[in-house]
């Protein structure tokens, strides 16, 4: 049993490990890839129509494979005020993310990115009218500090680039807080949610692709006439598939793990992805840079304890105390000044020399002493009677509150 015990929890820390790193992997080489791209293609928004196109053509087939639960019905109401604003906040959030990479470094753009938790901080207080601890705001000030002093020593500093990081972390700052209130109300699987709002932001969207970026690249006379189309095409494709891919593995964790892991981990990503870059595309930086981006991570995973840790205190003042009850209240608080016994339990005499009559639930800190009998004083009489020679039992029960 021992042995059972130990492979399933092997296979479920092995399957925790394997999620992470092909997560990691996804996102580092998504990033990295549109990196690439942009550089010599200039149409994020482009990028973005790609990777939603791909995620609402293969995500159906995918998920069916999967025992996830079909679409729950909504009202036409809330498609308009809730899941459309969701579609629309998904491609803005993108394009302006690859905004950022094409501006600046990606290691900068995610430093800035970093600054999620505090947008999360500010909205919930605006929108959902919620309060923080104070170690929850004061884990913001290594963030902000971090990115700040990445700013002031970002070599390749824009400011385009530190506009549009921002404005996407407010985009996602809102997809999250309005998602989670969209799978509350509605009870959809977040997979579900995912191919919907894909599907939804790849139609919707499809004509304002073509309007400004479709049209400038038919007439973009320098890719058209470049080698490197299908290279183009193909690095497109793979960077469509890499987003595919961190979106799944980001919502598989979220599944596995509890809220606190999946936030550390999604920290450490992070990490993974401003190695990443900096190791392949090689973007200058310097120690007080790399300095600021560490201590931006720091603040994340700050955030992420003081907020686990105000979850969990919300939680234990809303749950019931867990009660265990013994019969024998003597057994465990022999130094009462007072005896619990049948037969002065109605003695007046003994109730005028301080004994306490259980007739009442009697409460003394963390314990409850809680009559189980209601006795005539006659009947107690008698039971002392029956028991002479044995010890007189309290008819009272002690309840031990955890």
Not at 106 to 121: C, D, G, I, Q, R
Not at 349 to 374: C, F, K, M, S, Y
Request: hydrophobic share 45%; net charge positive; proline share 4%.
């Amino acid at each position: 049993m021992k042995e059972d015990h130990r492979a399933s929890a092997f296979y479920d820390a092995a399957k925790i490990v394997v999620v992470c790193i092909l997560w990691y992997l996804c996102s580092t080489t998504d990033n990295i890839i549109g990196k690439i791209i942009l550089s010599e293609f200039p149409y994020p928004m482009t990028i973005t129509m790609v990777q939603l196109a791909t995620a609402a053509i293969l995500l159906g087939p995918i998920i069916s494979t999967m025992d996830v639960p079909s679409v729950t019905e909504m009202s036409r109401r809330y498609y308009f005020t809730m899941i459309l604003p969701l579609a629309m906040g998904k491609f803005l959030s993108s394009v302006s993310s690859y905004v950022s990479i094409w501006k600046s470094s990606v290691s900068y753009a995610h430093t800035v990115k970093a600054t999620l938790p505090m947008f999360t901080v500010i909205l919930s207080r605006l929108i959902l009218g919620e309060t923080q601890t104070i170690s929850v705001y004061l884990s913001l000030l290594p963030i902000i500090g971090g990115v700040v002093i990445a700013t002031v020593t970002e070599l390749a500093f824009d400011y385009v680039g530190l506009g549009s990081a921002l404005f996407a972390t407010l985009c996602f700052s809102l997809q999250t807080i309005f998602s989670k209130m969209c799978l509350k109300d509605t009870g959809l699987h977040h997979m579900r949610l995912l191919v919907l709002i894909t599907r939804i932001s790849t139609v919707c969207f499809l004509p304002l692709w073509v309007l400004f970026d479709l049209r400038r690249i038919v007439h973009d006379e320098h890719f058209l006439n470049s080698n490197n189309k299908l290279y183009m095409m193909m690095m497109l494709l793979c960077d469509g598939l890499c987003n595919m891919g961190h979106n799944i593995f980001a919502f598989t964790l979220l599944s596995i793990v509890t809220s606190l892991s999946y936030a550390v981990a999604n920290a450490t990503k992070r990490i993974f992805i401003i190695s990443g870059s900096l190791l392949v595309l090689k973007n200058p930086v310097t120690p007080t840079n790399i300095l600021g981006m560490l201590v931006a991570i720091f603040g994340v995973l700050s955030y992420n304890k003081a907020k686990y840790d105000q979850n969990q205190a919300i939680k234990k003042a809303h749950t019931l105390p867990y009660v265990r009850s013994e019969p024998d209240f003597l057994k465990h608080h022999t130094s009462l000044p007072h005896s619990k016994s049948d037969v002065n339990l109605y003695d007046s005499q003994a109730q005028q020399n301080g004994h306490i009559l259980l007739r009442e639930w009697h409460n003394n800190d963390h314990v409850t002493i809680i009559p189980i009998a209601e006795h005539k004083p006659e009947e107690a009489e008698y039971t002392v009677r029956q028991t002479k020679s044995a010890t007189t039992q309290a008819h009272a029960r002690v309840v031990h509150h955890v």
